[in-house]
């Protein structure tokens, strides 16, 4: 079974920035192949769709509430993707999970999950 793994969450200040880092426990499992998606739950709150990488062209889709402030990035030597967050603002306070999905444009249904890491911003 494939399991993605978050790393880099914490607690930093409004106006900073965490980068957060998600990678594959199997070995074989590609990345690249795999449009991305990053979602994060807030308490109380249902689950929401941050950005969403597509595996075909690179092009990428990003919530208005993110837009111009966070940045996915892929690092294939590493299998690695990554999540740049800037100006971070206490309504970014979640639980960030990152999500695979094989081939398809699409982060519906998304194949595989991770088990999350926590994002904390507060003063």
């Known amino acids: 079974q494939v399991q993605l793994v978050e790393s880099g969450g914490g607690l930093v200040q409004p106006g900073g920035s965490l980068r957060l880092s998600c990678a594959a426990s199997?070995?074989?499992?590609?990345?690249?192949?795999?449009?991305i998606g990053w979602f994060r739950q807030a308490p109380g709150k249902e689950r929401e769709e941050v950005l969403c990488?597509?595996?075909?062209?690179?092009?990428?889709y990003y919530a208005d509430s993110v837009k111009g402030r966070f940045t996915i990035s892929r690092d294939n030597a590493k299998n690695t993707v990554y999540l740049q967050m800037n100006s971070l603002k206490p309504e970014d306070t979640a639980v960030y999970y990152c999500?695979?999905?094989?081939?398809?444009?699409?982060?519906?249904?998304?194949?595989?999950w991770g088990n999350g890491t926590l994002v904390t911003v507060s003063s």
């Open positions: 999500a695979a999905r094989f081939l398809l444009p699409s982060c519906d249904n998304m194949d595989y």
């Open positions: 199997t070995s074989g499992f590609t990345l690249q192949y795999h449009t």
């Open positions: 990488s597509n595996s075909n062209d690179a092009s990428t």
